[in-house]
């Protein structure tokens, strides 16, 4: 059995008792879904960084590019301890194997984005990042992330979870040794993956690949794991979705009947027009590509890009 893939995670969404009043904030579909394919690493800064359990409430304050961590009752300041804790958290989480990171949101902690900061006249506005949630991801810049609240958004859950399982497979490539022919397999088989997200960035990793010979190995893998995040980064679109799909038929030519080809065509358009979700033109192709053994569709990741038991494109 493979092992799961490992999420850093918001210690309250999975019901510890972590939060300012001693409550939690338990997010059954990451607990009770998710979890089945996911192994989560929690983390609580405002714990960890030593902050009692009932406490204070805490806020951000200041400039959003440099905010001060404060209590909202009696006014500490604890933005340089809970910044020189981030930092060392962050770096120790490098040893965790992890494949991206659920904040929670609005948090002056975890909170990824639109955390309320407050001006000098006390006003609020969305435009803050938790102290800790900015270390992380200055720490792990191509590390999928998200926060819960975003994920209630069917696209958006699609596309992070999609991100999580590509980058194990990233990671995969990484435990074994560097070689030109691996990273250009590891592409081959990425190539509607990365096309349904962005056929921009898919050009430049195509001309990178292609000159792969021209550049030191750790060079090469650095630049592609880049663009590689960076377009899965992008959500997939209906639009480019209908143009992966019907790009696919193409490999089909000889031996699709004109009815199989009417059939295919027909249910792209229902997927296009959003009358049907991805998992329905995705069964008949796969239906297609098992039955013709078609050798470059069948490899293809974009086909099962995570596990089809989490029924993510059933609403996409």
Same mark, same amino acid.
């Given at each position: ?118 001006? !000098?006249?006390?006003? &609020? ?10 270390? @992380? %991801? +200055?720490?792990?810049? *191509? ?68 000159? !792969?010979?021209?550049? &030191? ?10 663009? @590689? %995040? +960076?377009?899965?980064? *992008? ?82």
């Amino acid at each position: 059995m493979e092992p799961k893939v490992r999420l850093g995670i918001s210690s309250c969404l999975l019901g510890h008792r972590v939060r300012y009043d001693g409550g939690h904030k338990l997010d059954r579909y990451l607990t009770n879904t998710l979890s089945e394919y996911v192994e989560f690493f929690p983390v609580c800064p405002e714990v960890e960084c030593g902050f009692p359990i009932p406490r204070e409430t805490l806020r951000l304050t200041g400039d959003p590019e440099s905010p001060r961590l404060v209590t909202t009752r009696t006014g500490q300041d604890f933005t340089d301890r809970m910044a020189s804790w981030a930092s060392r958290r962050a770096a120790d989480l490098e040893q965790e194997g992890l494949c991206g990171y659920i904040f929670k949101s609005g948090s002056p902690s975890s909170g990824m984005q639109g955390v309320k900061i407050y001006d !000098a006249n006390g006003i &609020p506005s969305n435009r803050g990042v938790g102290m800790f949630a900015m270390a @992380f %991801m +200055k720490h792990f810049p *191509l590390l999928p992330v998200e926060q819960d609240s975003r994920l209630h958004d069917p696209r958006l859950r699609e596309n992070f979870i999609e991100r999580v399982f590509a980058f194990q497979r990233w990671r995969r490539l990484l435990e074994e040794r560097k070689s030109r022919g691996r990273l250009v397999d590891f592409h081959t088989r990425h190539k509607l993956q990365i096309l349904s997200h962005s056929p921009k960035v898919h050009q430049a990793m195509g001309r990178l690949v292609a000159r !792969a010979a021209e550049l &030191p190995l750790p060079e090469l893998y650095v630049q592609y794991q880049g663009l @590689f %995040m +960076k377009a899965l980064s *992008l959500v997939a679109t209906v639009k480019k979705n209908t143009s992966v799909l019907t790009h696919m038929m193409g490999y089909f030519k000889k031996q699709l009947t004109s009815d199989e080809k009417q059939e295919l065509l027909e249910v792209i358009e229902r997927y296009r027009r959003e009358y049907v979700p991805l998992v329905v033109p995705i069964t008949l192709m796969k239906h297609y590509v098992r039955k013709y053994d078609q050798p470059y569709l069948k490899v293809q990741h974009y086909l099962d890009p995570h596990p089809t038991e989490l029924q993510l494109r059933n609403h996409v």
